[in-house]
């Protein structure tokens, strides 16, 4: 008597597993999506394990068509050592990049909110000269304050000015205190 729809076939074992037989080499089972002499499967579907496509094909296990679209793959994506040494290195650098530009707008905001005294305030204590051809520092601070040492006064103007160092030019500007 045939086995009835959706239960399985069961066969009596003669041998142990992994025997060879004595009819010749153990028959191989097909991999699933493997091409099977004269089956014809629709391109674009694969063979899976589950539920049967016609009435009476509903054995336990047995093998259905299924289209590719229907479950999507998903794949794992694996690095190598050098692959993820180099995702490593663009993390680090972009986030070193996010908190150098964090930094940067930090400083720059609080340039601009200008933590001193206005502008009109500073000046007011400064007058302005202009280096006249022959002239010096040392001659400058003199006359800027004869009363004070001029290393001092020198020292100040070079501060107020941001000069690099002690030399000035004909027809510069200066900021010199008001003495």
Do not use: F, K
Not at 20 to 48: C, D, K, M, N
Not at 88 to 93: C, D, G, M, P, S
Not at 110 to 124: D, F, N, T
């Amino acid at each position: 008597m045939p086995p009835a729809a959706g239960s399985p076939v069961m066969q009596p074992e003669t041998a142990r597993p992994g025997a060879p037989r004595a009819g010749g080499p153990r028959p191989r089972a097909a991999r699933p999506g493997a091409a099977r002499p004269g089956v014809a499967r629709p391109q674009g579907t694969r063979l899976t394990r589950g539920h049967a496509t016609r009435p009476g094909a509903a054995l336990a296990g047995a093998a259905t068509l299924e289209t590719a679209q229907a479950r999507p793959v998903r794949t794992r994506i694996r690095l190598t050592r050098r692959g993820r040494i180099v995702v490593a290195t663009l993390i680090t650098a972009g986030v070193v990049l996010v908190a150098a530009l964090a930094w940067l707008v930090g400083t720059t905001r609080a340039e601009a909110a200008g933590s001193g005294s206005p502008a009109s305030a500073v000046y007011h204590s400064l007058r302005s000269v202009v280096v006249q051809p022959g002239e010096s520092l040392w001659t400058i601070a003199t006359q800027a304050d004869p009363a004070g040492d001029p290393r001092t006064v020198m020292q100040e103007i070079v501060d107020i000015n941001a000069l690099h160092g002690t030399s000035v030019q004909p027809g510069q500007r200066l900021w010199l205190p008001r003495g």
